[in-house]
């Protein structure tokens, strides 16, 4: 009991501290939004060519968004009568380019992010420009990375769909085991020069290997950390809910539902670059030694529990 309370304890710990700098430094909470903003943007300039895809009928007619369908998509049989739609290989090759180009997105504001996250934590003021511009100095590395992990996931969904229910599993192991490999890949590519991609694994692979796996007690600790707060939250949305209820308030009930699923994103949104900050602690101080502040030693080595060489 008591060492679970004690893990209870770091969790708190290491999600007040991951807040702590966000507090400090509430630039940081833009790079998510940048990074969403911009994959919106990719995804309309892929999909506005196929909505005004000539079909003789007005974009606002039925006849038009069938005639859309009709190109992307062709019947198969699925046994007896019945036919399902499948995309054309048009359909598909469009839509790799659209998942690889968003990769792209993402990882390039994931290495913006991540080396304004570590200059937070060595206590320097965080700019939005020169982590786009940083991002920008590292542009062979982020599209060759992003094409290569691209690549890697579609594969793995791939075999996933080839495969029975064994294979499938079998797979989604495999894609853990990539994600878990490739956890520090973009700070690697912030912190060092390099645009191979199999270089870029090894090193994050490297950096976890020195304490193999004990990462994922810190991971869970600040899920643990929202976890609380969470359902803390909710039981107290249920309480207030049963007391309106009493009252025949329904409008409140509805009204106080509604604002806690926004209270519930911008939570969700704040845990996102709460975790990041973590992992960059972690990658900091498992690759160079050193302890970003408000992190303690305890915290660090109760994370990774380092190996000493």
Same mark, same amino acid.
């Given at each position: 009991?008591?060492?679970?309370?004690?893990?209870?304890?770091?969790?708190? @710990?290491?999600?007040?501290?991951?807040?702590?700098?966000?507090?400090?430094?509430?630039?940081?909470?833009?790079?998510?939004?940048?990074?969403?903003? !911009?994959?919106?943007?990719?995804?309309?300039?892929?999909?506005?060519?196929?909505?005004?895809?000539?079909?003789?009928?007005?974009?606002?007619?039925?006849?038009?968004?069938?005639?859309?369908?009709? %190109?992307?998509?062709?019947?198969? #049989?699925?046994?007896? !009568?019945?036919?399902?739609?499948?995309?054309?290989?048009?359909?598909?090759?469009?839509?790799?380019?659209?998942?690889?180009?968003?990769?792209?997105?993402?990882?390039?504001?994931?290495?913006?992010?991540?080396?304004?996250?570590?200059?937070?934590?060595?206590?320097?003021?965080? /700019?939005? *420009?020169?982590?786009?511009?940083?991002?920008?100095?590292? @542009? %062979?590395?982020?599209?060759?990375?992003?094409?290569?992990?691209?690549?890697?996931?579609?594969?793995?969904?791939?075999?996933?769909? %080839?495969?029975?229910?064994? *294979? %499938?599993?079998?797979?989604?192991?495999?894609?853990?085991?990539? /994600?878990?490999?490739?956890?520090?890949?973009?700070?690697?590519?912030?912190?060092?020069?390099?645009?191979? #991609?199999?270089?870029?694994?090894?090193? /994050?692979?490297?950096?976890?290997?020195?304490?193999?796996?004990? !990462?994922?007690?810190?991971?869970?600790?600040?899920?643990?950390?929202?976890?609380?707060?969470?359902?803390?939250?909710?039981?107290?949305?249920?309480?207030?809910?049963?007391?309106?209820?009493?009252?025949?308030?329904?409008?409140?009930?509805?009204?106080?539902?509604?604002?806690?699923?926004?209270?519930?994103?911008?939570?969700?949104?704040?845990?996102?670059?709460?975790?990041?900050?973590?992992?960059?602690?972690?990658?900091?101080?498992?690759?160079? *030694?050193?302890?970003?502040?408000?992190?303690?030693?305890?915290?660090?080595?109760?994370?990774?529990?380092?190996?000493?060489?």
């Amino acid at each position: 009991m008591s060492d679970l309370s004690g893990k209870f304890s770091r969790s708190w @710990l290491l999600f007040v501290s991951s807040i702590q700098i966000i507090g400090r430094q509430p630039k940081l909470l833009l790079f998510p939004a940048m990074a969403f903003a !911009s994959t919106i943007v990719v995804i309309l300039c892929f999909l506005s060519p196929i909505a005004l895809l000539p079909t003789g009928h007005t974009w606002g007619q039925l006849e038009h968004w069938k005639g859309v369908a009709h %190109r992307l998509f062709e019947l198969a #049989p699925s046994g007896g !009568s019945t036919r399902h739609a499948i995309p054309t290989t048009t359909a598909e090759i469009y839509l790799v380019v659209l998942y690889l180009a968003s990769m792209f997105c993402a990882t390039f504001f994931n290495v913006a992010s991540y080396h304004e996250i570590i200059k937070a934590l060595a206590g320097d003021e965080v /700019s939005i *420009g020169e982590g786009l511009r940083f991002a920008n100095s590292r @542009l %062979r590395a982020i599209l060759i990375w992003s094409l290569f992990a691209g690549a890697v996931g579609l594969i793995i969904m791939a075999l996933e769909k %080839r495969f029975g229910w064994v *294979g %499938r599993w079998v797979m989604r192991f495999v894609g853990m085991a990539w /994600s878990v490999a490739s956890v520090f890949v973009i700070p690697v590519i912030v912190r060092e020069e390099c645009a191979n #991609p199999f270089a870029l694994l090894r090193t /994050s692979a490297a950096t976890l290997k020195k304490t193999w796996g004990e !990462s994922l007690i810190g991971y869970v600790g600040i899920t643990i950390g929202s976890w609380i707060i969470l359902l803390g939250s909710l039981a107290l949305l249920v309480a207030v809910g049963l007391m309106l209820a009493l009252l025949h308030h329904p409008v409140l009930i509805l009204t106080v539902v509604a604002l806690w699923v926004l209270a519930l994103v911008a939570f969700s949104y704040l845990i996102s670059v709460a975790n990041k900050i973590f992992r960059g602690a972690l990658y900091v101080y498992a690759s160079e *030694g050193v302890v970003p502040a408000p992190y303690s030693v305890e915290l660090l080595d109760a994370a990774w529990k380092v190996k000493k060489g």
